[in-house]
């Protein structure tokens, strides 16, 4: 199985501050990454597909980018809805794994 | 608006079984294949299965192979997940969620609510 390693674990930012969360592959995953944003208590929404596709109806303030093994998310701007738990997933080969997830939080 | 509905969690005892349902309206749901993927609490996400839009196919993640069948019925719009023979380490939310249109590109483009399921004696 793929392994995908996230981080940070944890991440506290400001408000308006540009934020990037970094997610690498055990091996060569070709852009078949997505990044998804969890709230408190709700479902995973989709912001990213291809490693740098935004999602329908995602701020562009998000963007996704990387290649190979490494990749990443960045969120320009920070707002006070973008706190919540980032997952990273990779969906080049069976079985589709997830990231462990990175907690942001406003400093 | 597209929505999917998850139904059937609860408290279980270890070894016995549970069916989960979940609700689909607000698009073609037989024309997109379709995924559990589960979260133990305080966890992260873990795909548990996808079925093919015409049910033809079927993928597990090997921890549930045997134990665990997806099925569904398009008539009814409607995706299941029968779990048997379970386990402690099946407690977790289970999300219904939809891969993509383009055949073969296997990311979650919309999600459940999810529900909880307990497996305690």
């Known amino acids: 199985d793929i392994q995908m390693t996230q981080s940070p674990a944890s991440l506290s930012a400001s408000l308006g501050e540009t934020v990037t969360i970094e997610c690498r592959a055990s091996?060569?995953?070709?852009?078949?990454l997505a990044w998804y944003q969890q709230k408190p208590g709700k479902s995973p929404q989709l912001l990213i597909y291809?490693?740098?596709s935004l999602h329908t109806g995602v701020p562009s303030r998000f963007s996704g980018s990387g290649s190979g093994t490494q990749y990443s998310l960045k969120i320009n701007s920070l707002q006070s809805e973008d706190v919540a738990s980032y997952f990273c997933?990779?969906?080049?080969?069976?079985?589709?794994?997830f990231g462990g997830g990175t907690k942001l939080e406003l400093k | 608006e597209v929505q999917l509905v998850e139904s059937g969690g609860g408290l279980v005892q270890p070894g016995r079984s549970m069916k989960l349902s979940c609700a689909a309206s607000?698009?073609?749901?037989?024309?997109?294949?379709m995924a559990w993927v589960c979260q133990a609490p305080k966890k992260g996400l873990e795909w548990v299965a996808t079925?093919?839009?015409?049910?033809?196919?079927?993928y597990y993640r090997d921890s549930v192979k045997g134990r665990f069948t997806i099925s569904r019925d398009n008539a009814k719009s409607t995706l299941y997940l029968q779990m048997d023979s379970l386990r402690s380490e099946d407690t977790a939310t289970y999300y219904c969620?939809?891969?993509?249109?383009?055949?073969?590109?296997?990311?979650?483009?919309?999600w459940g609510p999810g529900t909880m399921v307990t497996v305690s004696s």
């Open positions: 079925i093919s839009y015409d049910g033809s196919s079927t």
């Open positions: 607000g698009f073609t749901f037989n024309n997109y294949d």
């Open positions: 291809n490693a740098n």
């Open positions: 997933q990779q969906y080049y080969d069976y079985p589709w794994t």
């Open positions: 969620a939809r891969h993509p249109l383009i055949r073969g590109t296997w990311y979650f483009d919309f």
């Open positions: 091996e060569d995953i070709y852009n078949g």
